[in-house]
């Protein structure tokens, strides 16, 4: 009889443990898409490359920023505005601009609400909750005549201020949360992003100077990954940049250079290690069309 039991638990463990495996095996990376002059927000999976969902924009929206809350919803910008929709495409709120507004950046905050940006004059910072109440409105100016030349994606530290990439300046503007401008400094090229690094340093997409770098909080360059690091692979326009531990994802924007056919030799998103290898890199232009804004997730 005990022998009996001997067996019995640890029949019960190996189900448990090869159960664990499995599980955890079948957990997918799933890419949620988007890009300026692109008609629609795609999901794909990472594996298999697979199209599986799509929602499609209005014929002048244009998206640079999407995002997926624990809730499963989808959350983006379409330049008019900011929509968060139910997996199902029903609207849970939808939040419009004026028609002298450009707002292209919108975020998940880590307490579960939601960062809004538009440019303008003045422009604003907004932060609402899961209902799209507002919690806090800062508005300032940029200094920059065209609203559509300002910013596309800003950030909010861990203490709290909010970063703007200056496009047309590139400069980084950081204002506190009451709006008050606490500091500006210069980085490379026309910066599309920027967010904070665990480390307090800070990650910026360099647009057209075909590069990203990383910069301490007094704007130093920390490291610099540009296109001579890569091998048969060009940057593009550098648009949205997710860092993980050891690889980053890029947003390789094709729609400056368009007119060129061997700019499509060049993928729409790759995943490059911390010594600039490609390790991973999705293509299929036709389609999936432009790509500047991506969300990673596990499902």
């Known amino acids: 009889m005990k022998r009996f039991k001997t067996y019995y638990i640890i029949s019960i463990l190996i189900s448990l443990f090869y159960g664990n495996i499995s599980a955890k095996q079948e957990v997918s990376v799933k890419l949620l898409v988007a890009g300026s002059a692109n008609n629609k927000i795609m999901i794909f999976d990472k594996n298999s490359k697979q199209l599986e969902w799509v929602y499609y924009l209005e014929n002048d929206w244009e998206c ?7 809730h499963n919803e989808i959350l983006f910008s379409y330049g008019r505005g900011a929509r968060l929709i139910r997996k199902d495409k029903t609207i849970v709120w939808d939040i419009k601009v004026s028609s002298d507004q450009d707002l292209q950046s919108a975020s998940i905050l880590p ?3 939601f960062l809004l940006a538009a440019s303008g004059h003045p422009a604003f910072i907004r932060e609402i909750d899961c209902k799209g109440n507002i919690l806090n409105e800062i508005t300032f100016e940029t ?4 609203p559509h030349f300002q910013f596309r994606r800003i950030a909010k530290t ?3 201020n909010y970063l703007i990439p200056l496009f047309a300046k590139g400069k980084v503007l950081e204002l506190s949360s009451q709006g008050k401008v606490l500091r500006e400094f210069p980085v490379e090229g026309n910066p599309f992003a920027i967010r ?3 480390n307090g340093n800070y990650l910026v997409s360099g647009g057209d100077s075909h590069c990203f770098i990383e910069i301490n909080s007094s704007g130093d360059i920390i490291k610099k990954i540009e296109s001579s690091l890569l091998k048969d692979i060009k940057f593009q326009f ?3 940049v997710i ?8 947003c390789n924007w094709q729609g400056h250079e368009k007119q060129n056919p061997k700019t499509f030799e060049n993928p729409a998103i790759l995943e490059i290690d911390r010594m600039g290898n490609v390790i991973w890199s999705l293509s299929k232009w036709n389609t999936i069309g432009f790509i500047s804004a991506i969300y990673i997730f596990n499902e």
């Open 111 to 113: 307490n579960g609400n």
């Open 243 to 250: 860092p993980e531990k050891d690889h980053y994802y890029i």
């Open 143 to 146: 200094g920059i005549e065209d």
């Open 158 to 160: 861990s203490s709290g």
């Open 238 to 240: 550098v648009a949205e």
């Open 196 to 198: 904070e690094l665990p």
């Open 64 to 70: 640079n920023s999407v995002a997926r809350t624990d």
